[in-house]
């Protein structure tokens, strides 16, 4: 039987290239390997050989996070940007007082009408009757 699997979500869609593998995920591969050969054949001659894989990991994990990695939704490099936006940048935080301005504005309310009282009971303010 023939099962064709259906996102919940259309956004959650990805076009499969080659392999299950997205565009994406295949131009990191390329550029892993394209970044990690060079460094592996040139530094055999010239990087100790315990220290030479540890270096061609180092380079190719950039690589493998920027195709690979997805964090609730973004893209490394927007889950990266916005990690040192929060960690590094200042942060304006806004405080207010919601419980207190909701106690102002009722103890304000409460003054209006004890004056109007008042204005009443002395004659001063009258009210408009039209009916």
Do not use: C
Not at 73 to 81: A, H, N, R, S
Not at 110 to 120: A, C, P, R, S
């Amino acid at each position: 039987m023939l099962e064709v699997k259906i996102p919940i979500e259309i956004q959650g869609y990805k076009s499969k290239v080659i392999a299950g593998l997205t565009l994406r995920q295949l131009i990191a591969i390329g550029g892993a390997f394209i970044t990690a050969l060079p460094i592996g054949v040139y530094g055999r001659g010239h990087i100790s050989s315990d220290i030479l894989p540890w270096f061609v990991i180092a380079t190719t994990i950039p690589w493998v996070l920027w195709g690979f990695f997805t964090f609730q939704g973004l893209k490394f490099e927007d889950y990266f940007l916005s990690w040192l936006s929060f960690n590094f940048l200042p942060q304006k935080r806004v405080y207010e007082d919601t419980d207190g301005s909701l106690l102002q504005a009722l103890h304000e309310e409460l003054l209006e009408e004890k004056i109007v009282q008042q204005l009443i009971e002395s004659g001063e303010y009258e009210i408009d009757q039209e009916e």
